[in-house]
């Protein structure tokens, strides 16, 4: 096993110099920096971990809480966390995958943060949930010096990395308007508002009046909305996810509806589907194991006790059109 020794001996410098190099601690000349991390990468150097766990008083291990298995933990989120897991190993960190310790905890009777706490983690990652709400969670984890992040959370006082999901519609929304068509309509639910707001927004710069179609997120309620949808002579339509503009496509389709002659049909999530539906689905796509590593840089630098950079640590990612056959 390759030892701080080793790496001093092979950079020309001293131990110390090689610690605080590798913690990115102290002051160390760039130069320096770069010849001792180039040493310990052809050394194949790997921090011990326990060893780095009783210096701290934390474990090196980021836990994520996910509610349960199925519903909304999909392939969307599976990217999430395996960007998580990939930045993490890089730092000489690990992963760990909680599902449904939330239900056992309220089985019990117990605190589940309380729980979570007491494994000293390096950093807690959390999706959003009803039973941990954002803001009173993020403040008892501070007080208890546990680094976190949530996921996709809209409060302004709580860290977190988002999409972008109002720009994107807006964009999407304009690029629909570029390209000829003048009656946009949306599909999906109302009371989720950062992807209906973006609509509104993208039709109040148009100067043109909402086409809405309001609903719950299934894809059968997609799918019997299409008459509903055809009654207001659209030319296009913005749907709020993947899995209803599929729902809404068969409704189409059976209809006798031809997309994207008649009307061009936009999802959202870029999920694998939408490149198998008939026609493929021109979609909103999420940066999902970009976000999942940009959380993991965030638990990576709270765990070593860096400063917040300006602005604070929450981020925002912008969301790209995959465009297939159906526009």
């Not at 979570?116 to 010096?145: E, Y």
């Not at 009371?191 to 148009?206: H, V």
């Not at 389709?253 to 999530?269: L, T, Y």
């Amino acid at each position: 096993m390759t030892r701080l020794k080793d790496i001093a001996e092979v950079a020309g410098v001293s131990i110390r110099t090689v610690g605080r190099a590798l913690k990115g601690e102290g002051y160390v000349e760039a130069g320096v920096r770069e010849r001792v991390l180039g040493a310990a990468r052809s050394l194949d150097y790997r921090p011990h971990r326990l060893a780095r766990s009783l210096r701290t008083g934390r474990s090196q291990e980021v836990l994520v809480l996910a509610g349960g298995i199925g519903g909304q933990y999909d392939e969307l989120h599976i990217a999430k966390i395996a960007g998580m897991e990939r930045t993490l190993r890089a730092a000489g960190m690990s992963l760990g995958l909680l599902f449904g310790i939330e239900s056992e905890a309220r089985r019990a009777g117990r605190d589940v943060l309380d729980e979570l706490i007491a494994r000293r983690p390096a950093g807690l990652a959390l999706f959003a949930s009803p039973t941990l709400p954002a803001t009173a969670t993020a403040r008892r984890l501070d007080q208890a010096r546990v680094p976190y992040v949530f996921f996709d959370t809209r409060e302004s006082d709580v860290d977190t990395v988002r999409h972008d999901r109002s720009g994107g519609i807006r964009e999407s929304v304009r690029w629909l308007a570029g390209r000829g068509h003048q009656r946009i309509a949306y599909v999906g639910p109302t009371d989720e508002r950062s992807r209906l707001d973006g609509y509104l927004e993208a039709l109040k710069t148009l100067g043109r009046e909402p086409l809405i179609v309001p609903g719950s997120a299934d894809w059968e309620t997609a799918r019997a909305a299409a008459p509903a949808l055809m009654a207001l002579k659209p030319d296009a339509v913005q749907v709020y996810s993947d899995i209803l503009a599929l729902g809404l496509l068969a409704g189409l389709h059976e209809m006798g509806v031809r997309v994207p002659k008649d009307i061009a049909v936009v999802g959202f999530d870029d999920r694998f589907a939408a490149s198998l539906s008939y026609p493929p689905l021109t979609t909103l796509q999420q940066s999902n194991e970009a976000m999942g590593a940009a959380a993991a840089a965030i638990l990576i630098a709270k765990s070593r006790d860096e400063v917040a950079p300006p602005g604070g640590w929450s981020r925002t990612l912008p969301m790209s059109l995959v465009i297939r056959a159906s526009t």
